[in-house]
């Protein structure tokens, strides 16, 4: 007999696949493995595409408020401004804007509430090329008005503060003097400022408990950073170059500088947003290789019914490696197909998501960003699943076909 190319096993494969069995519990036990495969598949698309959604409305939240570049001491707190070369990063190529920051953990207290908070100074070129106008939630963007000075605080600051926007009762911010302590007076240590409440923003982070933006210049007089500050925001024209443009900035400014792109600046919340993807895919491939185990029984009772076809065959010259071949095929068969339903399912349920807003967030019930779960369907998951649950039925498929047909065939 001729060796027999891939063609002839996948044929017979795909006829077993489909044909009538003698026993009606070998379909059962074959449409069993295809189900397990199908639901399996089609959480994993779905848990995958749900933790994609979440991942890109938790960066477009940090965004809003993030630069796309920032510079910070490798060591100590602040950056001379006067050695600073701001001409040179702002003649580089793909650069929109540079600022200067002052920034640090300041306590703020309003009437009998006390929070610690982070004060961002900034100027008011800052806030009208960023359009910060855009994230208030009341108020207006204005940080000065003559000798007063105005602070805009995060909503969930406001909240706990308890500040009355029909009231001019004034924030009080403290820092502790950098030059001048006096430890036999408390109060004496520590630099007072007042700002006038003059509008809430809210980035739908964190940053809304702990940030209060006022000028720039109220933040140096502050903290006593004459000449200094303690960051510098960059802002690009094309984010598609903006790896390469914080590597040429790096290599100008050298090691005693950091520069960090919006994703190094939450390093620790994306790390662990990706690890708690891999621990979901982890647990749902585990459930994807319990469902396979049931092609197991599928090529078991397979072989034993058609153990007189494979006889027929043996005595045509079909060897043990032809024969295994073709429940190898037929197991891979059941998969694909279970696979390619489970996506093509995951997808619709997601797409349905998308565009309905099946499950939503506390019935409507209370203030979020958005009302529903966010789901983003990506191609690579799509691959990444459909290769899993082959791999996993390859096998799954192999072992038992191996050990079994040692006992059904010469």
């Keep these: 007999m001729q060796k027999p190319n891939l063609h002839t096993p996948f044929f017979i494969a795909w006829r077993y696949l489909f044909s009538k069995k003698k026993h009606n519990i070998v379909n059962i036990i074959s449409i069993i493995s295809t189900v397990g495969i199908t639901v399996s598949a089609a959480a994993l698309i779905i848990v995958l595409s749900v933790f994609n959604g979440i991942e890109e409305l938790i960066t477009?939240?940090?965004?809003?408020?993030?630069?796309?570049?920032?510079?910070?001491?490798?060591?100590?707190?602040?950056?001379?401004v006067d050695s600073f070369p701001f001409r040179q990063i702002e003649n580089m190529e793909n650069i929109a804007s540079v600022h200067e920051i002052v920034s640090d953990l300041t306590l703020v207290t309003y009437k009998y509430q006390q929070v610690l908070a982070k004060v961002k100074g900034i100027d008011m070129r800052y806030a009208t090329e960023r359009k910060m106008e855009n994230l208030l939630l009341t108020g207006d963007f204005k940080l000065t008005s003559g000798r007063v000075n105005f602070g805009i605080c995060g909503a969930g600051m406001d909240a706990f503060l308890q500040i009355q926007s029909n009231e001019v009762e004034p924030l009080k911010v403290y820092y502790p003097k950098r030059t001048k302590k006096n430890f036999a007076n408390a109060a004496d240590a520590f630099h007072e400022r007042k700002l006038i409440p003059h509008g809430v923003f809210a980035t739908f982070t964190s940053y809304d408990d702990e940030y209060l933006f006022c000028d720039i210049g109220f933040a140096r007089s502050l903290m006593d950073y004459e000449n200094l500050c303690t960051s510098v925001e960059v802002f690009v024209t094309n984010e598609k170059k903006l790896e390469n443009t914080r590597n040429a900035i790096q290599t100008a400014l050298g090691e005693e500088l950091l520069v960090r792109d919006k994703y190094q600046q939450e390093e620790l919340l994306f790390k662990t947003m990706k690890s708690e993807k891999l621990m979901i895919f982890l647990i749902l491939v585990f459930i994807l290789i319990i469902a396979a185990f049931n092609i197991i029984s599928t090529m078991g009772m397979l072989i034993i019914e058609k153990k007189d076809d494979l006889s027929i065959l043996a005595s045509l010259g079909a060897s043990r490696r032809f024969i295994s071949l073709i429940f190898i095929i037929e197991g891979l068969c059941i998969s694909f197909l279970g696979g390619l339903l489970g996506i093509l399912i995951g997808a619709l349920v997601c797409f349905l998501q998308d565009t309905l807003h099946l499950i939503s967030y506390g019935n409507g019930e209370g203030y979020y960003i958005i009302d529903h779960y966010p789901v983003d369907l990506q191609g690579g998951d799509f691959l990444l699943v459909l290769a899993t649950v082959l791999v996993i039925s390859l096998l799954a498929s192999y072992f038992p076909v191996k050990i079994i047909k040692k006992r059904y065939t010469k």
């Excluded at 796309?68 to 602040?78: C, N, Q, V, Y």
């Design 60 to 80: 477009k939240s940090f965004n809003s408020f993030n630069p796309d570049l920032e510079i910070t001491p490798a060591s100590g707190k602040t950056i001379a």
